[in-house]
């Protein structure tokens, strides 16, 4: 077991930096292997936090809304480029699609009216009544503009589509077959009080617990850092009966960059996408009066980590969590495997392996884990791999370069998304 220390210390250095408390784990391939909680989960009484302490998620509850809008595709029940008056009909202003809604391109202003300045939470219909006078602050896909408004909507079209209330629909589709039973809709003890720090006086203030009401499914959500462990493991590779592995892997499929110039962040369907240290984190952060929260994990090692506070300012548990995920994967490094040789390929795999030339550059396909495998000879890792899947005639592109594309063989020729491939190199031929 190692030393566990480090992920300690960066939880104890930020709750020290005036936070009431801080509740953290961390996960492996499906197994919590770490978990701590430091500090108050509330002054009056005063009472402890601890792992199982509920705090306040926020926009977390995002992740679980695209969960359900994923269900209802694989369902076909939709289609991610439906434009949502598809769906909702009679709704003013819903010419967005659902995909540029999960991925904030729909252009649709932040937030349902003002409730955060009226302090009113709108009902399921004040919502969509409200949609003749909200606006739209950017042109459809010109640039990611964060939306409340649309994953408030995007609610509405899973009540709509399966018939269920949107809560009691994640209850029983998402929450429920994931055993995520510190996950609800409104507090449960433990709980923790959510406060405002002040700045100078270093006092607390309670934060009032709002009722998102019509717009739940933008941010309503309460859990402990042990579920958002589990929910880290569904994020990273689904799980039978809630998400299929594929529909999960379409989700980190980046839509949009957030920052164009400097590639740290990116949307996928409903999942934020990280660049921390040269390793894409998926999950997304929270924010609601007296609580920060934040979920990430490292889809290719399946080691993530969650992190909450009781806090509504001086925090930032996105950063926290992929800090404690990315000393995780330090202190529970992937194993090395020993080289093994392969089964014998079948006779029609031997004879495509090796050295092959299309438009003057070098490609080499092997015979690796049961699959066949390419790659352009020296590329950088990640930009020219290939694996195919054996589809009885041929073989057609299943991952990496030139995905989808059919592979087939003719005498001592390749054909390859439409380039021909030589066991020589060769000029292009005249037409």
């Given at each position: 077991m190692p030393d566990t220390q480090p992920l300690e210390r960066l939880v104890q250095q930020r709750q020290a930096d005036r936070l009431p408390s801080v509740a953290a784990?961390?996960?492996?391939?499906?197994?919590?292997?770490?978990?701590?909680?430091?500090?108050?989960?509330d002054?009056?009484?005063?009472?402890?936090?601890?792992?199982?302490?509920?705090?306040?998620?926020?926009?977390?509850?995002?992740?679980?809304?695209a969960t359900a809008i994923m269900q209802l595709r694989d369902d076909g029940a939709l289609d991610l480029d439906d434009r949502l008056e598809q769906h909702l009909e009679g709704v003013a202003n819903a010419t967005p699609t659902l995909?540029?809604?999960l991925c904030h391109l729909s252009g649709l202003q932040r937030e349902a009216g003002e409730m955060w300045v009226t302090g009113e939470s709108p009902t399921e219909a004040d919502l969509i009544s409200s949609m003749s006078q909200v606006e739209f602050v950017l042109g459809p896909a010109q640039a990611h503009h964060y939306s409340n408004l649309a994953f408030a909507l995007l609610g509405q079209v899973v009540a709509k589509k399966s018939g269920l209330p949107y809560t009691q629909y994640v209850d029983e589709r998402i929450i429920r077959p994931l055993g995520l039973t510190r996950t609800s809709w409104a507090p449960q003890a433990p709980k923790a009080q959510g406060y405002l720090v002040d700045e100078y006086a270093r006092t607390v203030w309670k934060e009032p617990e709002t009722d998102l009401a019509g717009t739940a499914a933008a941010g309503q959500l309460w859990s402990?850092?042990?579920?958002l462990g589990r929910w880290a493991t569904f994020l990273a590779r689904g799980a039978e009966g809630v998400l299929d592995a594929k529909t999960n892997e379409e989700m980190w499929f980046p839509q949009q960059m957030y920052f164009p110039h400097d590639w740290v962040l990116a949307w996928g369907l409903g999942l934020?996408?990280?660049n921390h240290e040269g390793t894409i984190y998926g999950g997304h952060g929270g924010a609601m009066a007296g609580h920060l929260a934040g979920v990430y994990v490292d889809r290719k090692s399946q080691t993530g980590a969650a992190?909450?506070?009781n806090s509504g300012t001086r925090a930032d548990m996105d950063l926290l969590a992929l800090e404690l995920?990315?000393?995780?994967?330090?202190?529970?490094?992937?194993?090395?495997?020993a080289w093994r040789p392969e089964q014998e390929p079948p006779a029609r795999v031997?004879?495509?392996?090796?050295?092959?030339?299309?438009e003057g550059t070098e490609f080499v396909l092997w015979w690796e884990g049961g699959a066949l495998r390419a790659k352009v000879v020296g590329t950088a890792a990640g930009r020219g791999e290939t694996t195919f899947e054996d589809d009885g005639e041929g073989w057609r592109a299943s991952a990496g370069r030139e995905r989808g594309e059919r592979l087939r063989v003719e005498g001592e020729k390749m054909i390859w998304a439409g380039y021909a491939f030589t066991r020589a190199q060769e000029p292009f031929k005249a037409s």
């Open positions: 784990a961390v996960v492996q391939k499906g197994e919590q292997v770490w978990a701590t909680a430091v500090g108050a989960a002054y009056e009484p005063e009472r402890e936090a601890t792992p199982d302490t509920q705090y306040r998620i926020g926009s977390i509850t995002k992740t679980f809304t995909r540029r809604m402990t850092v042990e579920d934020m996408l990280h992190a909450l506070t995920a990315a000393k995780a994967r330090e202190l529970w490094p992937e194993p090395i495997e031997r004879a495509v392996l090796g050295r092959w030339w299309s």
